[in-house]
Nanobody, 121 residues
Framework: QVQVQESGGGLVQAGGSLRLSCTASGRLFKTHAVAMGWFRQAPGKERDIVASIRWSVGTTYYSDSAKGRFSISRDNARNTVYLQMNSLEPEDTAVYYC????????????WGQGTQVTVSS
């Protein structure tokens, strides 16, 4: 069974930076993980993807709002994915979730509990 745990959220002023971490556990992770992604959900809005990374080859994807400001990376040895967020804006305030897509699944099927990011103006 695979589980993920996020950390690194908090309160930051506009223009500041935060780095989120997500560590996966479970003996099946290394053989079953296809991709890991960061999503976010602001109050009253749907959950949207922010960035993702293919676990084996490292190919990345960014939403339009994340391009140029956020960077996703992974540490294979630590089963950890990071989201470096720079030039944060109040509009980035949301709960950020880490998720894993496993082999044979078309969607992200394993989710963390989420970590709150609040950007003050």
């Amino acid at each position: 069974q695979v589980q993920v745990q996020e950390s690194g959220g908090g309160l930051v002023q506009a223009g500041g930076s935060l780095r989120l971490s997500c560590t996966a556990s479970g003996r099946l992770f290394k053989t079953h993980a296809v991709a890991m992604g960061w999503f976010r959900q602001a109050p009253g809005k749907e959950r949207d993807i922010v960035a993702s990374i293919r676990w084996s080859v490292g190919t990345t994807y960014y939403s339009d709002s994340a391009k140029g400001r956020f960077s996703i990376s992974r540490d294979n040895a630590r089963n950890t994915v990071y989201l470096q967020m720079n030039s944060l804006e109040p509009e980035d305030t949301a709960v950020y979730y880490c998720a894993v897509q496993t082999v044979g699944r078309m969607e992200y099927n394993i989710w963390g509990q989420g970590t709150q990011v609040t950007v003050s103006s």
